[in-house]
């Protein structure tokens, strides 16, 4: 079928059809702060995806042990297979080997280590607060949490030597092929130092997360996927409410107000120019869903793939994305 023929000879129940055997690398289910509940727990969502004919789940717990998480929903929910990711966030110790050994091992084992998420330095460093109406960075209007949160925060050296447990870090993911390296909310000049201790460390699948491939310029995006290294794009770039995301932080004044502030987001015209530019056969699609603001992350998948189809992607480079491309990273054989 042609790109003119999938779009505007398809039937409404194409969307549908193309959920049969796709992969949501990007879910949070919990569990999550009391401050910030979520859309479904684990089991729920393995369920929704299930009957809609999904083949798997990659749970990312940002507080906890998601390779625990999915052992428990696979025992109980057939049908659909489910993967746990760690998040080297800084209520584990951010850099910390022991934490990532414990995670490889957790019951059936993680397929994913990432770089963190709300605690890198980079992302750290920008959450705010509202004051006088206006955005301030909790390091600059609190002192505390500089000096005891960005001061473990995770922070990748973009020149010269690396910290003994970054490289015993890498060298775990690189000993387990079947795991994947998340360079996690890094600022653009620490994706590409991951992007070469990765080639140095022979690990063998790397994704660039989404909040930092947006730091990457076109260019820096096709090196990357020249090189061999897969770019992650999620349904939460360009549709998500202007809300108060994931609370990170227990401590009520260091949740993340930025939400609260209108503000102009990609549009989704911008998003689907760069999968095209940079070409459908580098990317992994994901919703990264799981606030109670948002819809379920199987309905996301389902307006991710329709306004793919509006798009005029056709059915083959949509399901590289969002089938194909997931099954390599997370080590399922092609379908």
Request: aromatic share 10%; proline share 7%; charged share 25%.
């Amino acid at each position: 079928m042609t790109t003119t023929e999938s779009f505007y000879d398809r039937s409404m129940e194409l969307p549908a059809e193309l959920l049969v055997g796709a992969i949501d690398s990007h879910v949070h289910a919990g569990p999550v702060l009391r401050s910030n509940p979520g859309h479904q727990d684990p089991f729920e969502v393995a369920i929704e995806a299930r009957e809609a004919g999904m083949r798997a789940i990659v749970y990312y717990d940002v507080f906890g042990w998601a390779s625990g998480t999915a052992w428990m929903v696979n025992r109980h929910v057939p049908g659909i297979k489910t993967f746990g990711g760690y998040l080297m966030n800084s209520c584990h110790g951010g850099l910390n080997p022991r934490s990532v050994r414990t995670a490889l091992y957790m019951e059936e084992g993680c397929r994913m280590i990432s770089f963190g998420s709300h605690c890198t330095y980079f992302q750290a460093s920008q959450e705010s607060t509202l004051i006088d109406g206006k955005l301030v960075p909790f390091k600059d209007a609190y002192p505390e949490f500089a000096e005891q949160e960005l001061s473990r925060a995770v922070r990748i050296p973009t020149e010269g030597p690396i910290s003994d447990d970054l490289a015993e870090i890498l060298q775990m993911v690189a000993d387990h092929p079947d795991v994947y390296l998340n360079t996690g909310h890094v600022s653009g000049p620490e994706v590409m130092r991951i992007l070469e201790l990765a080639e140095e460390f022979k690990i063998q699948k790397v994704l660039i997360a989404h909040p930092a491939r947006q730091q990457l310029s076109i260019e820096q995006q096709k090196d990357a996927a020249r090189r061999g290294f897969f770019l992650e794009a999620c349904l939460v770039d360009w549709l998500y409410p202007d809300a108060p995301r994931t609370h990170y932080y227990v401590e009520k004044k260091y949740m993340d107000r930025s939400g609260d502030v209108p503000r102009l987001r990609n549009p989704v015209s911008k998003w689907m120019g760069d999968l095209r530019e940079i070409g459908p056969e580098y990317f992994v699609l994901g919703t990264d869903y799981g606030i109670r603001a948002a819809p379920s992350a199987v309905q996301g998948m389902r307006t991710m793939i329709t306004t793919l189809l509006d798009f005029e992607f056709t059915p083959d480079e949509i399901r590289t994305m969002t089938a194909h491309n997931p099954a390599r990273l997370i080590g399922l054989d092609p379908l």
